[in-house]
């Protein structure tokens, strides 16, 4: 069974940081990629960034490189999401998102991680 919680949206001011958790519970980390997507009001669920579990490297979405960075703690099995320098475009429910064997250009769709976080919504005012 695989659960992925996640927690630590909420509002911030435009220039502000947030940082994502996502608490990983998943049957084997063989093969894991992890991912983080959002989706703003009215549109489609877009990719942000995400890595393969072990190996690999880490692709971002245009929109967050330099100011949004994605690592791990296998230790504690959990993926962050850091967010600095917030803009109101960036406003959305984030989601955590697990898949299994995928390859890094797959990493940007959506279709191809089964299992979803309940989503925390982040919102940044002006």
């Known amino acids: 069974q695989v659960q992925l919680v996640e927690s630590g949206g909420g509002l911030v001011q435009v220039g502000g940081s947030l940082r994502l958790s996502c608490a990983v519970s998943?049957?084997?980390?063989?093969?894991?990629?992890m991912a983080w997507f959002r989706q703003p009001s009215g549109k489609e669920r877009e990719f942000v960034a995400g890595?393969?579990?072990?190996?690999?490297?880490?692709r971002y979405a245009d929109s967050g490189k330099g100011r949004f960075t994605f690592s791990k703690d296998m230790a504690k099995n959990t993926v962050y999401l850091q967010m600095s320098n917030l803009q109101t475009e960036d406003t959305a429910i984030y989601y955590c998102?697990?898949?299994?064997?995928?390859?890094?250009?797959?990493?940007?769709?959506?279709?191809?991680?089964?299992?979803w976080g309940q989503g925390t919504q982040v919102a940044v005012s002006s």
């Open positions: 890595s393969r579990w072990t190996g690999g490297s880490t």
């Open positions: 998943v049957h084997t980390f063989n093969s894991l990629a």
């Open positions: 998102a697990a898949g299994y064997n995928l390859r890094q250009p797959e990493l940007v769709n959506p279709g191809r991680f089964n299992y």
